[in-house]
T-cell receptor, first 112, second 114 residues
């Protein structure tokens, strides 16, 4: 069964304290892995798409990496405005439509 | 511009009411989606429209009725909802409906059923 697991469930950081969020997936054939950021009461904001192992993408303080079994979202020197829930998602192996399987998310809180 | 707009932002309705949620995008995307999200849970797919035709219905109760009048507009008609239907309803769009196209989400409509 296709599955996405994110860890930790919640993470509290001090401003400037770098860390990583994990997204483990089990799909028969990966056709892309998506990272989103979601603020409370708002819609998810698209961050990155990764397609193949070894691929990396960066945006400001965020860097996403991908291996054959998992993806990491590295946050370097975070600021309070980086506080949000970070979701990862993959399309299932079967099916021709972009039905995303979401992980439960990591709730990140960055304190001054 | 990667903007998906949704109206209204908030909606309170009784169990006997009929209301509609509206979603619009002007990015030329040909796939549009409705999701439901409960607190502290990830979004759950409800419907997928591809080229204005309903492609996926994730066994959603008939009290939710989607409509895609044109390639830019998506509606969700609500009737005889239950309190457990209270949630954040999200619309999304992607360039096409094939796998690997990233989806762009709107800000959502917070629905409360009383």
């Amino acid at each position: 069964e296709d599955q996405v697991t994110q860890s930790p469930e919640a993470l509290r950081l001090q401003e400037g304290e770098s860390s990583s969020l994990n997204c483990s997936y089990t799909v028969s054939g990966l056709r892309g892995l998506f990272w989103y950021r979601q603020d409370p009461g708002k819609g998810p904001e698209f961050l990155f798409t990764l397609y193949s192992a070894g691929e990396e993408k960066e945006k400001e303080r965020l860097k996403a990496t991908l291996t054959k079994k998992e993806s990491f979202l590295h946050i370097t020197a975070p600021k309070p405005e980086d506080s949000a829930t970070y979701l990862c998602a993959v399309p299932p192996y079967s099916g021709g439509y972009n039905k995303l399987i979401f992980g439960a998310g990591t709730r990140l809180a960055v304190h001054p | 511009d990667t903007e998906v707009t949704q109206t209204p932002k908030h909606l309170v309705m009784g169990m006997t009411n009929k209301k509609s949620l509206k979603c619009e995008q002007h990015m030329g995307h040909r796939a549009m989606y409705w999701y439901k999200q409960k607190a502290k849970k990830p979004p759950e797919l409800m419907f997928v429209y591809s080229y204005e035709k309903l492609s996926i219905n994730e066994s959603v109760p008939s009290r939710f009725s989607p409509e895609c009048p044109n390639s830019s507009l998506l509606n969700l008609h609500l009737h005889a909802l239950q309190p457990e239907d209270s949630a954040l309803y999200l619309c999304a769009s992607s360039l096409d409906s094939g796998i690997s196209y990233e989806q762009y989400f709107g800000p959502g409509t917070r629905l409360t059923v009383t």
